[in-house]
């Protein structure tokens, strides 16, 4: 008992001691955003030009879902540092998610936007994933009209096939799911299956089973199939 009354003794001090930077970074893994937003701001004014606490706060505007407040950090990180193809992606996606809390038309404001970001974090890094998933789903969900493309589409999807099998088929299959092809989703769903074998793959064709194609029956039978390997 008398080392617990120590430790709550100390623990301020301890914080106390350390710099806003670090202090920033134990309320962040802790999930204590508001806090570590806090000793971020402080850490900022400290060191202006930092990177890392820049990141930092973009991160947890994000964690916060402020995807406004989230947006100048990371395009000031693209400017800084315009061949860090994961700066261009967290940009992108806070542009991104503004545009999904957004009104329509606000949304579409922002598409060109996020594909530009999208594209230069695959230009800075070639086999950038997350930056093709996420191209992937503007073009299936933008009208034809105001720039979406099923072929753009197709063409990410691709290229995601080269660099990662399992995320090819898998984005294959949500292409198809997306425009009711469910036929076609299935048999994409299942090649990603055999080739990944993961829970990803297994739950992805169970929820088309459940939700798309009103085979719950077979949606359980997919993910006990799935329970059963793991097993072995």
């Known amino acids: 008992m008398k080392y617990l009354i120590m430790f709550l003794f100390f623990a301020p001090l301890f914080m106390w001691s350390q710099t806003h930077f670090q202090n920033g970074e134990i309320c962040f893994k ?3 955003y508001e806090q570590a937003k806090i000793e971020f701001e402080q850490a900022q004014k400290e060191k202006p030009n930092d990177e890392k606490v820049l990141e930092y706060l973009g991160d947890i505007q994000c964690h916060l879902q402020h995807w406004e407040a989230a947006i100048p950090y990371y395009k000031k990180l693209t400017q ?12 992108g996606g806070a542009l991104a998610m503004k545009a999904k809390s957004s009104s329509k038309l606000s949304a579409l404001l922002l598409v060109d936007d996020m594909k530009a970001a ?14 093709r998933w996420a191209l992937i789903e503007i073009y299936i969900q933008v009208p034809s009209l105001l720039g979406g493309s099923e072929i753009k589409a197709q063409k990410y999807s691709n290229e995601l096939l080269k660099i990662s099998p399992v995320d090819g ?3 294959k299959g949500h292409i198809e799911e997306y425009f009711k092809r469910y036929s076609n ?3 994409q769903y299942l090649k990603a299956i055999e080739i990944g074998n993961s829970l990803t793959t297994y739950q992805q ?14 949606a ?3 993910l006990a199939a799935y329970n059963e390997k793991k097993k072995s």
């Open 80 to 91: 800084w540092q315009p061949t860090n193809a994961d700066y261009f992606y967290k940009y």
């Open 185 to 187: 989703a299935e048999k």
């Open 30 to 32: 802790r999930e204590k």
């Open 220 to 222: 359980k039978q997919i």
């Open 205 to 218: 064709l169970a929820s088309l089973y459940k939700n798309k194609m009103n085979q719950p029956e077979k």
């Open 118 to 131: 999208f594209e230069k974090a695959i230009q800075c890094n070639p086999n950038h994933i997350g930056a």
């Open 169 to 171: 088929y898998l984005s």
